[in-house]
C-alpha cells in the first residue's frame, strides 16, 4: 500500500543523530566549515575562528581523527610542519555544509 | 579577478555556526527529525526518542520556539490537548536533514 506518509523519513535514527549531533558539537562545525575552505594549519584555524582556544581546536581535532573525518599530515621539513585536511568522509558533508548555509542564509533574519 | 578559490565558502560565517550548533545541540536533531516526522505529543516524541527524559524534551521544546522552528498548539478540548509543531523556518530544515541523512547512510560504516 502507498501512502503519502511513506515518503517521510523514519521518526528515528541512531545514525542520523549520531551524525547531526557529531557536526553540531560546540565549534565543531565551524572547524570544519574552514578546512572545507582550505585553512589547515592549527594556528590559522585559530585565527579564524573568533572565541576558539588552542585546547578546545586540540580536541576537537582528535575527535574529528577519532572519527575519521580529519587527518593531520606531518610534512618533515625543518621545522616539523602540520597540516589538517578532511578526509573522503569529511569532504563528503559539503552537501549537508551547502545545505545548512542555504538555509542559515534565509531564515537568519528572522531569528528572535 | 577569478579563481577557483571564489567557489569556496568564506572559511568562518556567524550564521552558518549558529545553524549547525543549534540542530546539533544534544537531542534537538532528533526532536526535529521527529516533528518532521509528523510526532506531534509530548509523550509520543518521548516514546520515540531512546533516552530523552520529560525534562530535556520540555528544556529543548522551549529553546526551539524561542528559535522559531517549533510551535505549540493548545486544543481547548477536555482534558486540554498540547500538541507541536514545525514552523516555516523549521520544516525549510528539510533539506539540511535530507543531506545528513544521506551523508549518515554512506558513511556510517565506515565509523571506527
Given at each position: 500500500?502507498?501512502t503519502i506518509?511513506g515518503a517521510?523519513?523514519?521518526p528515528?535514527c541512531?545514525?542520523?543523530?549520531?551524525?547531526?549531533e557529531?557536526i553540531?558539537?560546540r565549534?565543531?562545525?565551524a572547524?570544519l566549515?574552514?578546512?572545507?575552505?582550505d585553512v589547515?594549519?592549527?594556528s590559522?584555524?585559530?585565527?579564524?575562528i573568533?572565541?576558539?582556544?588552542?585546547?578546545?581546536?586540540s580536541?576537537?581535532?582528535r575527535e574529528?581523527?577519532?572519527?575519521?573525518?580529519?587527518?593531520?599530515?606531518?610534512i618533515?621539513e625543518m621545522?616539523?610542519?602540520?597540516?589538517?585536511?578532511l578526509?573522503?568522509?569529511?569532504?563528503?558533508l559539503g552537501?549537508?555544509f551547502?545545505?545548512i548555509?542555504?538555509?542559515?542564509?534565509a531564515?537568519?533574519?528572522d531569528a528572535?
Open positions: 500500500m502507498v506518509r517521510q523519513p523514519e528515528y541512531p545514525y542520523f543523530r549520531h551524525a547531526v557529531l553540531g558539537r565549534w565543531t562545525g572547524i566549515r574552514a578546512l572545507q575552505a589547515c594549519h592549527f590559522a584555524l585559530v585565527g579564524v573568533p572565541g576558539l582556544s588552542d585546547r578546545m581546536l580536541e576537537r581535532l574529528l581523527e577519532a572519527e575519521g573525518l580529519v587527518e593531520r599530515h606531518v618533515p621545522p616539523v610542519r602540520v597540516e589538517y585536511g578526509t573522503a568522509k569529511g569532504r563528503a552537501e549537508v551547502a545545505a548555509s542555504a538555509w542559515a542564509a531564515w537568519h533574519d528572535p
